[in-house]
């Protein structure tokens, strides 16, 4: 129950957050939101290199098993997203050959400016639907893992919410408050109602749940299934922040900031660990 309602407080209630301040100001700032992902990603690859992964070669069924499960981890949700980004990509207009190959905003990233373009077309309630399942598909790539490493930290610690388990849940729950007015601006801008924007804002952060309990549920079955679900949350985790996070970070702020801001966020994660 512990770890349902830590999980559920990053991913929903972060994410439905998010969404309430989109829904307020219907406006971001770049270079806070850009601050707040490098700071929260240089964070998650300190835990995930220094913690997670210590811990999955800690369980000594094989340093290659451990790097199988971090590839595998990195390739399934790379696969995934090239698959969805192939799929909604020639359906935004502004997306085509010169746009460059990472997103160039956080609507990009989670795919809400694809459900936004259906909603500026007035398109049918069944492309409407196909366009929001598909954002619900993007932003559950990025929960699930950020889910599982809290469920697969939380299965390491004896079945105990310990000081890593909860300082990913907090990163992860303010990770999700960006995501969040990503998902609710174009909701609204399109002609949704504010409550029910937020709502479903706030229902996109459920995937974080799943993941926690899929990554226990891996880590209860022995030392073989713990290194898995460490390796495998570790990996997923890895792709998202260097893939994802720290470019977009980036690209909403041109500036040598976000650099040293995951700079610092590494440093705030080993005093984390290690204090």
Request: net charge negative; proline share 3%; with cysteine.
């Amino acid at each position: 129950m512990t770890l349902i309602v830590t999980t559920a407080i990053a991913g929903v209630v972060g994410t439905g957050l998010g969404g309430l301040i989109g829904a307020m100001l219907q406006k971001d700032s770049n270079r806070t939101v850009s601050l707040l992902l490098s700071f929260a990603g240089g964070v998650m690859l300190s835990v995930v290199c220094f913690d997670l992964v210590t811990e999955a070669i800690e369980t000594e069924v094989g340093i290659f098993t451990v790097i199988g499960a971090i590839a595998l981890g990195v390739a399934v949700i790379y696969l995934l997203n090239y698959l969805i980004d192939r799929r909604t990509n020639p359906e935004v207009p502004h997306i085509d050959e010169k746009h460059p190959k990472t997103a160039d905003d956080l609507d990009e990233l989670i795919h809400s400016d694809h459900l936004g373009q259906h909603y500026a077309n007035k398109d049918n309630k069944l492309a409407l639907f196909v366009a929001g399942v598909v954002m619900a598909s993007a932003i559950a790539l990025h929960n699930v893992p950020e889910g599982m490493t809290i469920g697969a930290s939380y299965a390491s610690n004896n079945g105990v919410m310990g000081s890593a388990a909860l300082v990913l849940a907090v990163l992860i729950g303010l990770h999700n408050i960006p995501e969040g007015m990503a998902v609710s601006v174009p909701l609204i801008s399109g002609g949704m109602g504010k409550f029910r924007a937020v709502l479903i804002t706030a229902a996109s952060g459920i995937p974080t749940i799943i993941g926690a309990l899929l990554g226990f549920w891996l880590g209860e079955i022995g030392a073989l299934g713990l290194a898995l679900s460490l390796g495998f949350a570790s990996g997923a985790m890895l792709y998202v922040v260097f893939g994802e996070i720290l470019p977009q970070a980036i690209l909403m702020y041109h500036s040598k900031l976000p650099a040293f801001t995951t700079i610092i966020g590494v440093l705030a994660g080993l005093l984390i660990i290690y204090i």
